[in-house]
């Protein structure tokens, strides 16, 4: 008899709460515009992947912290109105994450990020929360929370775990954290950074996304999948061929949060035994129906949804 794992997935990171207001134009230093009404919408990276993972029907936990406020509160409702186990949320600290969003007519944003009680979530949480993790068949974060806390999760991770990691915001990694990442996944910004600003393409690699794989490759992780957009996905194990993931033809509305949607599509299904090229069809699947909704954790389908389409 194998170890029975309580959840599918564990996401360890971030839980913002989204401010958003649509403006004509952004407003210069000293001067004032109206906007529309307020949106406040749940986000962050971390709430984002775990929101994503319960609608496939992953059995899913969150370890993150928020404040002792309404955005907390709202965004505690939000996990468990998704079916998220919210018994690793850590409560108090400092105030939720807040992002500040500004929307103009072509679309385009401007976002300040106070991460708030996101930026206390420390190595001693991480450690406190020790079950949890064990009780985890797939481990996944990103880089909204300390890099010290993330080294920390992978310390605690028992022999049988997989660690996924979506490296964003990017920046450099320890030799450590690579070492564990069963797949990295990036896309092309977050490769250079991973790699050195420059890295791409002074070797040679150029505009190769298949080169990339093999520098990132060489860096550490056990597997890494580049994401492309339009294009798809890159991936390869160790000692392997990058292999191509074909990306799904939609006509996409919005695309917040479709990157935290693919990876938590990927880590559930990496941990039902998919392998990584169709762990990322998959992927890419759920990723599509995401980007024809508006929002984030309300764009997210369920796996009926997917196979429906």
């Not at 310390?155 to 915001?169: A, D, K």
Request: net charge negative.
């Amino acid at each position: 008899m194998g170890f029975t794992y309580d959840y599918d997935v564990l996401v360890v990171g971030s839980a913002n709460v989204d401010l958003v207001i649509g403006v004509e134009r952004r407003p210069g230093a000293g001067e004032t515009v109206l906007g529309s009404d307020l949106a406040v919408h749940p986000g962050g990276k971390g709430a984002n992947q775990a929101v994503a993972a319960a609608r496939l029907g992953a059995r899913t936990a969150l370890l993150a912290r928020v404040g002792d406020d309404a955005n907390g509160r709202l965004l505690l409702e939000s996990q468990r109105s998704a079916g998220v186990d919210t018994e690793g949320v850590l409560v108090g600290g400092a105030p939720t994450g807040v992002a500040l969003i500004t929307v103009d007519p072509s679309g385009d944003n401007s976002i300040v990020v106070s991460p708030g009680a996101n930026g206390r979530l420390t190595p001693e949480d991480v450690r406190a929360a020790e079950p949890l993790i064990r009780a985890s068949r797939v481990v996944s974060t990103q880089l909204e929370i300390p890099l010290e806390s993330v080294v920390e999760v992978v310390r605690q991770l028992p022999s049988g775990t997989r660690f996924v990691l979506n490296p964003s915001p990017p920046q450099a990694l320890p030799a450590e954290v690579l070492a564990a990442c069963d797949p990295l996944i990036v896309n092309e910004h977050e490769a250079r950074v991973i790699l050195g600003d420059g890295t791409i393409g002074d070797s040679g690699s150029g505009d190769d996304p298949a080169a990339w794989v093999r520098e990132l490759l060489a860096s550490g992780p056990r597997s890494v999948v580049v994401t492309l957009g339009s294009e798809g996905a890159l991936v390869a194990s160790a000692g392997e061929e990058a292999v191509r993931v074909a990306s799904v033809k939609v006509d996409a509305v919005d695309t917040t949060g479709a990157g935290d949607s693919f990876t938590a599509a990927l880590a559930w299904k990496l941990g039902a035994g998919a392998s990584l090229a169709e762990a990322a069809g998959y992927a890419a699947r759920v990723g599509a129906v995401a980007v024809t909704r508006r929002g984030a954790q309300e764009s997210f389908p369920t796996a009926e949804e997917v196979e429906a389409r």
